[in-house]
Antibody, heavy 121, light 106 residues
Framework: QVQLQESGPGLVKPSETLSLTCTVS????????WSWIRQSPGKGLEWIGY???????KYNPSFESRVTMSLDTSKNQFSLTLTSVSGADTAVYYC???????????????WGQGTLVTVSS | DIQMTQSPSSLSASVGDRLTITCRAT??????VAWYQQKSGKAPKLLVY???RLGSGVPSRFSGSGSGTDFTLTISSLQPEDFGTYYC?????????FGQGTKVEV
C-alpha cells in the first residue's frame, strides 16, 4: 500500500526558508495529485496546496507568495519550500495523497505521519 | 473564502452513544465534503468523502449526509477507538478549507 514519509529540518530560523521532502512508496507519484497540509500547535488543519506531475499546481492564497511545491519522479518524492518564515509557521507539516472523484472533486486518502517544524532563532 | 463551521466544538460521550457532528458552509458547496478523524499525535484519517461515501476500510457505524451548506457525520454506536477530533473539509471552491474540529471525549 502507499506510504508517505516527511523529512527535513525540525528547526528553522525566522526569515529563512523551510524545505521539506515527502518520500512516497507503493505508488508512482506521477499517477496522483499530492498536497501539503499543516497543523499549528493546538490548532486545526490548514491546506497549503497541491501539485500534479503534469505541472498542475494550486496554492492556498494565504501562502501563494511564499510557497513552491515540486515533484521529483526519479526519486518518487515531492517537496515543499516556504520562504520568509516566522513563528506563525511553526507547525506539524503533513504530506498527503489526493484522490479524485466525480472528475472534479478531491479528498486526501493517505497521509504521512507528519513532521514538526519549529521556527525560532 | 468558504468557511466551514463545526458544532459542537467539543462533546463528552459514552461508549454506545449515537453521535452527530454538524458542519455548515458559508456557501453552497454541493456534496464536496469529506470527514476526517484525528487522534492525538497522529495524522488525520479519512472517514467519508462526497458527503456520504464511506472511505475504504471505514466501519459502517460511520455515516455522512448533507448537501448544499449543511452536513452531518453520525456515529451510530460510539466505540472506545472513536475518541479523538473530527474535521470536515470542503474541496468545492479554492482555497480548500477544513472546519475547526470537534473534539469527542469520554
Amino acid at each position: 500500500q502507499v506510504q508517505l514519509q516527511e523529512s527535513g529540518p525540525g528547526l528553522v530560523k525566522p526569515s529563512e526558508t523551510l524545505s521539506l521532502t515527502c518520500t512516497v512508496s507503493g505508488v508512482a507519484i506521477r499517477r496522483h495529485f499530492w498536497s501539503w497540509i499543516r497543523q499549528s500547535p493546538g490548532k486545526g488543519l490548514e491546506w497549503i496546496g497541491y501539485k500534479y506531475y503534469s505541472g498542475s499546481t494550486k496554492y492556498n492564497p494565504s501562502f501563494e507568495s511564499r510557497v513552491t511545491m515540486s515533484l521529483d519522479t526519479s526519486k518518487n518524492q515531492f517537496s515543499l519550500t516556504l520562504t520568509s518564515v516566522s513563528g506563525a509557521d511553526t507547525a506539524v507539516y503533513y504530506c498527503a495523497r489526493v484522490q479524485n472523484y466525480d472528475f472534479s472533486h478531491y479528498y486526501f486518502d493517505s497521509w504521512g505521519q507528519g513532521t514538526l517544524v519549529t521556527v525560532s532563532s | 473564502d468558504i468557511q466551514m463551521t463545526q458544532s459542537p466544538s467539543s462533546l463528552s460521550a459514552s461508549v454506545g452513544d449515537r453521535l452527530t457532528i454538524t458542519c455548515r458552509a458559508t456557501q453552497d458547496i454541493s456534496n464536496a465534503v469529506a470527514w476526517y478523524q484525528q487522534k492525538s499525535g497522529k495524522a488525520p484519517k479519512l472517514l467519508v468523502y462526497a458527503a456520504s461515501r464511506l472511505g475504504s476500510g471505514v466501519p459502517s457505524r460511520f455515516s455522512g449526509s448533507g448537501s448544499g451548506t449543511d452536513f452531518t457525520l453520525t456515529i451510530s454506536s460510539l466505540q472506545p477507538e472513536d475518541f479523538g477530533t473530527y474535521y470536515c473539509f470542503q474541496d468545492n471552491t479554492h482555497p480548500w478549507m477544513f472546519g475547526q474540529g470537534t473534539k469527542v471525549e469520554v
